[in-house]
């Protein structure tokens, strides 16, 4: 089965950077479209960074700017990188695989929505205080 572990969460003041990994096993990640999310207390968990397809890269628009994702097939590990953090970037952030897609037009209609991932990382806290 697929499993996702994630790392790098942690404090970081405004201003400041974070680099999160999620490693994925049990499958080559090269098979399946890829995402970051986040959520807080009350709110819906909100996709900030997908992949969905080679050269096919959805960015919030708030993170435009900010947070970079990729993901390195050889080491079936995806990153999304973060700076210039603010205090409202404090949340829990969760990584997610989905597919793979039966069909290359299948593949075309992911979006960076969570109902189109299935597997989850079980996330990890990103706080940004001084």
């Known amino acids: 089965q697929v499993q996702l572990v994630e790392s790098g969460g942690g404090l970081v003041q405004p201003g400041g950077s974070l680099r999160l990994s999620c490693a994925v096993s049990?499958?080559?990640?090269?098979?399946?479209?890829i995402g970051w999310f986040r959520q807080v207390p009350g709110k819906e968990r909100e996709g900030l960074a997908c992949?969905?397809?080679?050269?096919?890269?959805y960015y919030k628009s708030s993170m435009k700017g900010r947070f970079t994702v990729s993901k390195d097939n050889a080491k079936n590990t995806m990153y999304l990188e973060m700076s210039s953090l603010k205090p409202e970037d404090t949340a829990v952030y969760y990584c997610a695989v989905g597919g793979p897609q039966k069909s290359v037009l299948a593949s075309l209609l992911v979006s960076c929505h969570y109902s189109d991932y299935d597997y989850w990382g079980q996330g990890t806290q990103v706080t940004v205080s001084s």
């Open positions: 992949i969905i397809a080679d050269g096919s890269t």
């Open positions: 049990g499958d080559s990640l090269d098979d399946y479209h």
